[in-house]
């Protein structure tokens, strides 16, 4: 299985990013998937998950609600992180996880860079 994030980058306050995550060697559409994120010092945290089969439910976390939005492709094997109005405190590395009923903690890809910076 791999999962390879792309889309980082350095932006200024207020400015867009989309993040993508392109999975290899599993059945894309069973997988919840989510993108997570880590500042340096801190803990990774989740910042949004689509369900999986046809992807209509998400989960966002209060911080990023109204900014972000996640989406998928299950035919291109992709999901999405459409990021707006960014801030400084969205800095980080961003994670992409596919998390099925029987892989837990689910599988990661290597991340990608994300500055928020003027």
């Known amino acids: 299985v791999q999962l390879v994030e792309s889309g980082g980058g350095l932006v200024q306050p207020g400015g867009s990013l989309r993040l993508s995550c392109v999975a290899s060697?599993?059945?894309?559409?069973?997988?919840?998937m989510s993108w997570y994120r880590q500042a340096p010092g801190e803990a990774r945290e989740r910042v949004a998950t689509i369900i999986r089969i046809g992807g209509s439910s998400t989960v966002y976390a209060d911080s990023v609600k109204g900014r972000f939005t996640i989406s998928r492709d299950d035919a291109k094997n992709t999901v999405y992180l459409e990021m707006n109005n960014l801030e400084p405190e969205d800095t980080g590395v961003y994670y992409c996880?596919?998390?099925?009923?029987?892989?837990?903690?689910?599988?990661w890809g290597q991340g990608t860079q994300v500055t928020v910076s003027s």
């Open positions: 996880n596919a998390l099925s009923a029987t892989n837990w903690p689910g599988y």
């Open positions: 060697g599993l059945i894309f559409k069973m997988y919840d």
